[in-house]
């Protein structure tokens, strides 16, 4: 069991940011996630005042595996006081939205799962995808016991998938994005995209590499990029993200200000606009 205690680490503000589709809540203070083969289960609490809350969050494994797993998995090791730093002390509408959601982290998510997972996310809501995901999980993924006895699912590989054939995927109610996946597995098997290298591109060279995949256009190539390549200067912008930026930056959003943390800004963005009910008026 690992406890921290960070201004800057929300395992609710996280789960609430819609970066990761395996992280859930199991009862008000009760979280469990599954990443990289691993199941953990999370507790949180919050002290200190409502200007200054204090998350303390307690991870239920041993030491051993959070350092050498889930300590790299949320980035615990990165400053995210220094990104809130770098906002401009004009931007009220910016520096309300990282107060507001200021317990955000970008995961290390894997990137075959993160390719997968916003494939399913085109055109779907939250719920629906986590469902997909569990299905697609449970049926084809490999499945696992804790020392405490609990059965969890590992995310399917792509060799598995590989061999699926659409129909299989549409009797899940995959719909079209059957296609997508399929197509998507084979040509990482067949090393046409080679996604072990993505970690080694630029940002702007990983994203072409990604967007060569069947059904994946530049907005998810994004998503990808930041929440399983950690690039950065990713800057996911779907309708909900571009009715904020035009409602809060008639002259366009300050990019080279935010080099190497502008995907930071993104989810404080979509958190505070999300969770203030759209309140994107100045």
Request: charged letters at 30%.
């Amino acid at each position: 069991m690992v406890t921290i205690e960070d201004r800057y680490f929300s395992v609710p503000q996280i789960c609430g940011s819609g970066q990761c589709f395996r992280l859930d809540p199991v009862s008000e203070n009760s979280y469990e996630l599954t990443a990289g083969g691993r199941y953990l289960k999370i507790r949180t609490e919050t002290a200190g005042n409502e200007e200054d809350p204090i998350y303390r969050t307690t991870l239920f494994c041993r030491k051993e595996e959070y350092e050498s797993f889930w300590k790299r998995y949320f980035d615990l090791d990165t400053s995210y006081e220094a990104y809130r730093e770098r906002i401009a002390p004009d931007d009220e509408y910016l520096r309300k939205a990282a107060q507001f959601g200021r317990g955000i982290r970008i995961l290390r998510q894997d990137t075959w799962e993160m390719i997968l997972t916003f494939i399913l996310s085109q055109q779907n809501n939250i719920p629906r995808i986590k469902g997909l995901i569990h299905a697609l999980s449970e049926r084809y993924g490999e499945k696992k016991t804790t020392e405490d006895g609990m059965v969890f699912y590992a995310f399917p590989r792509a060799d598995r998938l590989a061999g699926v054939c659409e129909e299989e995927l549409r009797a899940m109610k995959l719909g079209y994005r059957s296609r997508y996946i399929c197509g998507t597995a084979r040509m990482i098997i067949e090393k046409a995209v080679d996604i072990e290298a993505l970690s080694d591109m630029e940002y702007e060279s990983a994203r072409a590499e990604l967007m060569r995949l069947p059904g994946i256009g530049g907005k998810v190539a994004d998503c990808i990029c930041l929440f399983a390549l950690h690039q950065m200067d990713a800057f996911p912008v779907d309708t909900h993200i571009r009715k904020a930026l035009d409602a809060q930056y008639s002259g366009g959003f300050p990019y080279e200000r935010y080099r190497e943390c502008a995907g930071v800004m993104q989810q404080y963005i979509f958190y505070y606009d999300l969770k203030q009910g759209r309140r994107t008026k100045k």
